[in-house]
């Protein structure tokens, strides 16, 4: 059954995907932010396995001892500005063309074919989401595998295209991180979907819940989502990592192979402790705050699929 929540007063159109869009994007800004110091450790411990070693409590030490606390944020304004973009386009963007799929095949064969629906309208916001992220991951990449590289974002930025170009320097990451970010972002929001719906079958209509118990369903069904999409993802997180770490040489697709071929199964999946501790409580957090962030812009009227 495919049911749309229409309260008075509530946007349309351009309006209603433009709120879909700020509550996305301060929803991933926000949680990639604070995690920050996560994902430099997450960074460390896949670039330079032989140096930190110690597991994700160890290596947090090592930094502050090495460098000093302000070493675990190193790259927090690419980081932020990165995602606070890609989060409006891959959350605004799903809600869009989940609705024209929705459209295009009409609601009877959006009901049976709603895990489709939400696998293609994933990957084609992620897809033009990544398009955006792509250089400035690269510069995040850059700055916390070589901190004295650049004093921030835009230097960081300036200095890539001046030596490298636009293509090699700012996106020579663009094919691992679709690889790692569509499948992601694919497995994130069916996940998400499947177990906010079970979810709500236990609880119960959501139209008569308190907005306190619809935070919980989304906070619980955000980390059920964000552990699978994080073990799913791993390996390209990886590669993406390894191959923004320096300058190389030869085809992206030779670098890639050669690396994937150096590291093996065991050395793709380094770093996945911490990933899934920090992939899984943000994606909690990030559908939470959506969520509450479209009540609050008055943006409930978005199409669901529900049997």
Not at 224 to 243: M, N
Not at 284 to 289: E, L, S, T, V
Request: net charge positive.
């Amino acid at each position: 059954m495919l049911t749309t929540t229409n309260p008075p007063f509530t946007p349309t159109g351009v309006a209603l995907y433009a709120r879909f869009g700020l509550a996305g994007a301060i929803g991933c800004g926000v949680t990639h932010g604070v995690l920050t110091p996560v994902d430099v450790v997450k960074t460390r411990i896949q670039l330079d396995p032989v140096t930190y070693n110690k597991g994700m409590a160890g290596t947090f030490r090592q930094v502050i001892q090495t460098e000093g606390v302000g070493a675990l944020m190193t790259g927090f304004g690419p980081t932020f500005a990165g995602y606070f973009l890609q989060g409006s386009l891959k959350f605004g963007g799903y809600e869009f063309w989940k609705k024209t799929l929705i459209d295009s095949v009409g609601q009877e064969n959006a009901a049976r074919n709603r895990t489709a629906i939400y696998l293609v309208g994933a990957a084609i916001a992620e897809f033009i989401a990544d398009i955006a992220l792509c250089p400035l991951e690269a510069t995040r990449i850059r700055l916390v595998s070589q901190p004295t590289f650049a004093n921030g974002l835009v230097s960081g930025i300036t200095r890539l295209v001046k030596e490298e170009g636009v293509y090699r320097g700012l996106y020579s990451g663009f094919g691992p991180i679709v690889f790692k970010q569509v499948p992601y972002t694919m497995s994130k929001f069916v996940v998400y979907e499947v177990a906010s719906e079970a979810l709500w079958r236990g609880v119960g209509d959501p139209k008569q819940m308190t907005s306190s118990t619809t935070t919980a369903v989304n906070l619980t069904a955000g980390l059920i989502a964000g552990v699978v999409a994080a073990v799913v993802s791993q390996p390209a997180d990886t590669l993406l990592s390894k191959i923004n770490k320096a300058k190389g040489h030869g085809s992206i697709i030779s670098r890639l192979s050669g690396l994937a071929n150096n590291l093996g199964f065991r050395g793709l999946f380094l770093g996945l402790g911490p990933r899934i501790i920090m992939v899984g409580l943000m994606s909690a957090f990030q559908f939470a705050i959506y969520g509450d962030l479209k009540r609050i812009f008055g943006a409930t009227n978005g199409v669901e699929i529900r049997k």
